[in-house]
């Protein structure tokens, strides 16, 4: 089994470096992008439901003091992929769009009595896009004026995490990444008048950078078959580099001369992550039923993000603030199963399903960037044969709407499938 978990690995990391992005979304043009969901795939079946969720069989990065549950004679592997159907509408006009995506890879095991350890990759946000508009300029309209916009790039981090339980009931956790990516975005005007000029802005940035997490836990004894844990998690928001440029390029199509002018000169700029902050509780019924609700708060409007203007004829490229907003995230959701450990097949699937509303970080020309809508049905089917059962297989299925009446609506139908390897590669035999 070894070997096969290997080999998954290094068939999950020579994906990634060559996997596209996972989003078609033009609200990818702005800010870091869309947001990722930083959970896995039992995660995904409660809609990304986990600040209060400890399971000892799976890997919850949502909440680093969740480490401290992981059962002590396993080591869980889990990866994950996503594919989904977008459809744009914008007015009378509709386009469908298809992705598929590299999720997540992370690891689990126990290092010691109380002690867990988790590793892995996961996303921090997307970026993909390419459309045109075209309109007629000039009182005779003589000229037809083409822009196009394209993106790609985005952030992910690897991260390596401890969970303590330092006296029962109540656990703490810590994650350290490190964060790296980039984005290449373009909007290049053109004309169909030959005398006209082509102008086009290039913006760039390549992040190196880390990232800090940190998590707690309390479980509380409500009855012999009943709990409730609470759990907090906190974000550090820290300016992470990325030095980003604005290059604007002005070609003379009929002379075939380019003038160039890159900003900002001389000085270097810091993007910059929000601090957040979660909390989220779970109530627990005999290890079969398990409810939840969690609340995030991004904050956003605290963050400086570069922005090119024109200024009485004069040019430049700076940070400003005013351009995000507090992100706001509230998620309920939950799982049934019957009986884990039972022995009939059905009485092991794990049922989830979970509802979200989200509030965006985005402003869009002054005006607040696309709400978000969401919701998820998933299964948690057990691996069984001669030399395994503790294996499992998460499947989900996922509605995104993000809705603004100024701009684009998209819906998705996303498939995320995740398959987690649990091995007791720690149990000592009894030799007779």
């Known amino acids: 089994m070894k070997k096969t978990i290997i080999a998954c690995l290094a068939t999950v990391f020579a994906y990634t470096i060559y996997a596209q992005s996972g989003t078609n979304s033009p609200y990818s043009q702005y800010g870091f992008g869309i947001l990722s969901e930083q959970s896995t795939g039992f995660n995904r079946g409660m809609n990304g439901l986990g600040y209060g969720f400890h399971d000892h069989n799976q890997v919850n990065t949502l909440n680093p003091a969740s480490y401290s549950s992981i059962d002590s004679l396993t080591f869980i592997f889990d990866a994950g992929v996503s594919g989904q159907i977008t459809n744009f509408k914008e007015g009378n006009k509709k386009l469908n769009a298809k992705n598929a995506n590299f999720e997540y890879v992370v690891a689990s095991l126990r290092l010691a009595k109380h002690l867990g350890m988790s590793f ?47 006296f029962k009931g109540f656990a703490v956790g810590f994650n350290g990444g490190y964060l790296w990516g980039n984005y290449n975005r373009s909007l290049v005007n053109t004309y169909s008048e030959t005398s006209a000029n082509t102008l086009g802005k290039y913006y760039t940035a390549d992040v190196r950078s880390y990232q800090l997490t940190a998590g707690l836990q309390y479980t509380a004894k409500l009855s012999k078959k009943d709990a409730v844990t609470l759990g907090l998690v906190y974000n550090l928001g820290h300016k992470i580099g990325g030095e980003p440029t604005c290059k604007v390029v002005s070609n003379n199509t009929q002379t075939a001369v380019s003038d160039t002018t890159i900003y900002p000169n001389g000085e270097v700029l810091d993007l910059e992550l929000p601090n957040t902050y979660g909390a989220g509780i779970m109530f627990n019924h005999n290890n079969k039923l398990k409810i939840g609700v969690d609340y995030m708060l991004q904050q956003w409007s605290k963050v400086s993000f570069p922005e090119y203007s024109t200024t009485s004829g004069i040019a430049d490229y700076e940070l400003k603030k005013g ?67 503790r294996s499992l297989l998460n499947i989900s299925a996922q509605w995104v709407r993000q809705d603004s009446k100024q701009f684009i609506t998209e819906n998705s139908f996303r498939i995320n499938i995740g398959l987690t390897f649990n091995e007791r590669w720690f149990m000592k035999w009894k030799v007779e």
Not at 136 to 159: F, H, I, N
Not at 338 to 355: C, D, K, S, W
């Open 120 to 166: 892995g990759l996961i996303p921090y946000s997307n970026i993909g896009y390419s459309y045109s508009t075209k309109d007629y300029v000039g009182e005779m309209k003589s000229a037809l004026s083409t822009v196009t916009y394209k993106g790609s790039g985005g952030l992910r981090q690897v991260y390596l995490g401890l969970g303590w339980q330092p």
């Open 323 to 389: 351009l995000f907003k507090d992100r706001h995230k509230v998620t309920v959701g939950g799982e049934y199963c019957p009986q884990e450990m039972g022995h009939r097949f059905l009485n092991r699937i794990h049922y989830r399903a979970g509802v979200s509303y989200a509030t965006p970080y985005l402003k869009i020309n002054g005006v607040d960037g696309p709400k978000e809508i969401s919701a998820s049905l998933g299964l948690s089917i057990p691996i069984m044969n001669s030399w395994n059962s």
